[in-house]
């Protein structure tokens, strides 16, 4: 539980602690830091005291990050500079010898190895503290929760019995028999002992720790081949046991706990009690057994008959786990956080609660994060976690969490996509969790491998409401992606033509919904400076249908802005001007030209100046066509009036500054200057500073003193200056000596 407790005392509300900050920095920089020994393993490259205290943390976090390895390790073989004492290497990646050389070395006081990988078993470990005689004496805590024993035919050289420190033993989840138990049973200081879903048949070896045992866990014991009287009659004599677990989730067939909950005086000194999942436990037997110990502080009733009564509710300071109400099963999400079958349970429980709720519950949800993080591989745990995570930030409710806990149960709830993706239903539960303004616009996570997840997803399912929520989260990730990374997505294949037919359904079926107008934005994005998107677009007829989708909704103006501003993406492709260069196609833009909305127009007036751009030498069709386009374009882009908002988003300039040279065609100036005109009268502060980056000062300023610069470009070009001085005035920004359009928002 050490692990989850860290996780839920974490401030998802607050910055991340500078400490942590740099842990992680130095943890995922060590090649950096670093130089290589011979063998392989690292080392820091100067001699850095660090506290005690950030050396055990630096372990925790290269683990539980999954950066601990044999290499990396290495940095703890100094036993002078890094001092180990409480190490934890859960789910690490390491070998016997690794660990031996790194972490043996250390007087260490604690062991946490829980579900490390199979090359280090229990005995690789043992023999390794063997190495260190401090170790005998001084290692109290020891998490061995998930590995394995060595074969049955090789013989333990070192037992357990040489720990004569050990104070706390965790055997939860091994193969462990009771020749094992009893040599566990020798050390003289034992306090607690762990030996849930273990192969032990017989229990009378805790008789000889019965003098100093305090901590008991039984949880499933699946091989105890001990009768309900012969169990109690070894848990009866362990009279200083302050906690107890004999909760199972699979046995329901044993009435130990009933006949423990009735057996006046036994267990005095129990201030915790764990029967959950065991049959035949009622309210009234609970109580009574409380009531005879004025002291117990916890009672496990998950799964049981039992739990529903004032007395049992969990609100005072008996705690308990049950599914009564909000506190016992937040409880049970609480301590059972590793146990699968109970989070199942748990979460079952915890889903028709989320129903109703009308608060941010961050709390909640951390729990919920928990089981997540601790059973990625089971689908039933995901399967209830991702459907109370959608419970719990559906509408409003995402706008009250902490963003950094809405990073980390987005990341889950994408490895559950990866994890299970041929499972519809956990599918659409991470779908409908993701598809929400705030995790898409405002939460840190990889927007790149989402949208290849949800891609996947859209291309093997056909649910018409979850396509629409497929193509509107493609085409919002698509639009936060870098200029790489959407070229990277937009050059698979598959994906334009999934796309595509989705927008051929659309226009077959003559309907204008929320689907189509996503999948145009989701295109529209892709293709944005990406070539090799836009010949996929060109090669599998996306030109044609293109053209259909404007024949089929001749009136619908958005549907027009999202087609033209993809053409303009097309068009913006040298090599493909001459697919473009069609009359039937350049006729359809021509209509649009003179469309009476701004938005419309202006992208028909784009496809139309880069078509014109290169000169008449690329022209291919008649140059009175071209002509007559050109004073069009001219005498269109005059009328148009300013926008209220701002139409249309850009990452950089610099396919506009090859227009702008065109003195030649001053139409197709115009649209430039008006285009770079537009954002910055819109959004000062971002695009101003981009056009300085971007070295378009100096273009504009060649621009307006060109003698060749039409009277109508000099004055768009003039205003743009004044903006670009207003802008370091107020910001002291210096003039410097990659465009992208992006769509608004969907709506």
């Known amino acids: 539980m050490a692990m989850a407790c860290s996780f839920l005392k974490t401030d998802e509300a607050s910055p991340a602690a500078l400490t942590d900050l740099c842990l992680t920095h130095v943890s995922q920089n060590l090649d950096w830091f670093c130089v290589k020994r011979p063998d392989g393993s690292l080392c820091f490259r100067e001699a850095v005291l660090f506290p005690q205290e950030l050396a055990d943390q630096l372990l925790a976090k290269m683990a539980t990050e999954g950066l601990l390895n044999d290499s990396t390790a290495g940095v703890f073989r100094n036993c002078q500079y890094l001092r180990l004492r409480r190490a934890c290497i859960r789910t690490a990646r390491i070998s016997a010898e690794a660990f031996q050389r790194a972490l043996c070395p250390h007087r260490l006081l604690e062991l946490d190895a829980a579900r490390v990988n199979a090359d280090l078993t229990i005995p690789d470990i043992l023999q390794g503290l063997a190495t260190n005689k401090y170790c005998q004496e001084s290692l109290q805590r020891l998490v061995l929760t998930g590995l394995t024993m060595s074969s049955l035919e090789e013989p333990i050289r070192h037992r357990f019995s040489s720990l004569q420190g050990l104070r706390s033993l965790s055997l ?90 009735g057996q006046p005086g036994i267990l005095p000194a129990l201030v915790s009690l764990d029967v959950s999942g065991r049959k035949q436990v009622t309210d009234a037997a609970v109580r009574a057994f409380v009531e005879e110990r004025p002291g117990m502080t916890f009672v496990g009733l998950l799964a049981t008959d039992a739990g529903f009564s004032d007395f049992l509710s969990g609100e005072g300071n008996l705690k308990v786990t049950g599914e009564a109400n909000e506190t016992q099963i937040c409880e049970a999400l609480r301590r059972y956080s590793e146990r699968e079958g109970f989070v199942r349970e748990a979460l079952f429980h915890l889903f028709s609660l989320t129903h109703v709720m009308e608060k941010p519950r961050p709390d909640i949800l951390k729990l919920v994060v928990l089981g997540m993080k601790n059973h990625p591989a089971t689908l039933n745990v995901q399967l209830a976690a991702s459907a109370c995570v959608f419970n719990l930030t559906k509408q409003d409710l ?87 990374q959407t070229a990277q997505l937009g050059a698979e294949l598959f994906i334009v033509k999934q796309l595509l037919h989705i927008v051929r359904q659309k226009a077959t079926q003559g309907m204008v919904d929320a689907t189509l107008k996503f999948t145009l934005s989701a295109l529209w994005n892709l293709t944005d400076e990406s070539p090799t998107t836009c010949r996929h677009f060109i090669e599998n007829q996306g030109l044609d249908l293109f053209i259909k989708v404007l ?13 033209l501003g993809l053409l303009n993406n097309i068009a913006e492709v040298g090599e493909l001007h001459g697919e473009l260069m069609v009359q039937g196609f350049l006729d359809h833009i021509s209509t649009l030209l003179h469309s009476p909305e701004v938005e419309v127009s202006y992208f028909a007036a784009g496809i139309l100046a880069h078509l014109t751009s290169r000169g008449e030498e690329a022209w291919t069709l008649s140059p009175d066509l071209r002509s007559s386009l ?118």
């Not at 028999?177 to 566990?184: A, H, T």
């Open 172 to 261: 939860a989840n091994v193969d462990f028999y009771d020749s094992g138990l009893v040599d566990v049973c020798s050390l003289s200081r034992l306090e607690s002992l762990d030996l849930s879903n273990t192969s032990v048949t017989n229990l009378s070896p805790l008789l000889g720790l019965k003098e100093r045992l305090r901590s008991l866990t039984l949880h499933q014991l699946k091989r105890l081949e001990m009768s309900t009287a012969q169990l109690l009659g070894v848990i009866g004599q362990l009279d200083g046991l302050q906690h107890l677990d004999i909760s199972d989730d699979k046995q329901f067939t044993s009435d130990v706990a009933r006949q423990l909950l």
């Open 398 to 484: 995402a706008a009250g969490m902490p963003v950094r806990l809405l990073s980390t149960v987005t990341q889950l709830l994408l490895e559950a996509m990866r994890m299970f993706p041929n499972h519809q239903q956990l599918q659409k539960n991470c779908l409908l969790s993701l598809c929400s303004d705030r995790i898409l616009q405002e939460v840190p996570f990889n927007r790149f491998e989402a949208a290849k997840l949800v891609m996947q997803w859209l291309c093997n399912h056909e649910d018409q409401n979850m396509q629409r929520m497929a193509v509107a989260i493609i085409s919002i990730l698509a639009a936060k992606l870098s200029t790489e």
């Open 551 to 563: 024949e089929s909704f001749p009136n619908e103006s958005s549907i027009q802005q999202k087609v």
């Open 630 to 747: 050109l004073e069009q374009l001219h005498a269109v882009i005059m009328k148009w009036p300013p926008p209220e908002c701002e139409m249309v988003a850009y990452r950089s300039f610099n396919p506009f500054f090859p227009l702008l040279e065109c003195f030649h065609t001053p139409g197709v100036q115009l649209w430039a200057a008006w285009a770079m005109q537009h954002v910055c009268s819109k959004n000062a502060s971002r695009y101003c500073s981009m056009l300085l980056e971007e070295g378009g000062l100096q273009q504009l300023e060649l621009v307006h003193t060109h003698p060749q610069t039409h009277r109508d470009v000099k004055l768009l070009a003039e205003s743009i200056l004044e903006s670009l001085q207003r802008h370091r005035a107020r910001t002291g920004q210096p003039a410097h000596t990659h465009t992208s359009r992006r769509p608004p928002p969907p709506q």
